[in-house]
């Protein structure tokens, strides 16, 4: 019988320091996963997904992307600037609530 685990992140795809994203790592490289069979690969990763699939296989494991949605180059290029723009708006709201709150100590 085969030993399956289900692992659900939270996370944007940007965000390389997710707790579970960077145990997956860890498991692929100490060569516990032999298939990861992932629904989104931008999900993942949205950038550097041919460089995380290099690592699997290397490693020995085959990654399984289910969604092979393909998009058009220009339909790639406005999703991954609406992400980044999501992304970076995100940390500046961030960085605002965090100056508001050490200002009221």
């Known amino acids: 019988m ?3 685990e289900f692992i659900e992140g939270v996370g944007g795809g940007l ?3 997710r707790q579970k994203f960077l145990a997956l790592m860890d498991d692929i490289g100490t060569r516990q996963i032999r298939t990861l069979i992932i ?3 931008d999900r993942l990763t949205r950038f550097g997904f041919e ?3 290099h690592y699997a296989r290397h490693n020995d494991c085959e990654v399984l992307v289910l ?3 393909r998009l058009s180059p220009e339909q790639e290029m ?3 600037l609406t992400t980044i723009v999501c992304c970076f708006s995100s940390r500046l709201y961030g960085l605002r609530n965090y100056k508001k709150s050490q200002g009221k100590r």
């Open 67 to 69: 969604n092979q949605e």
């Open 39 to 41: 629904a989104h690969k």
């Open 78 to 80: 406005v999703q991954d």
């Open 2 to 4: 085969a030993n399956v």
């Open 51 to 53: 460089w995380f699939e």
């Open 15 to 17: 965000n390389f320091n």
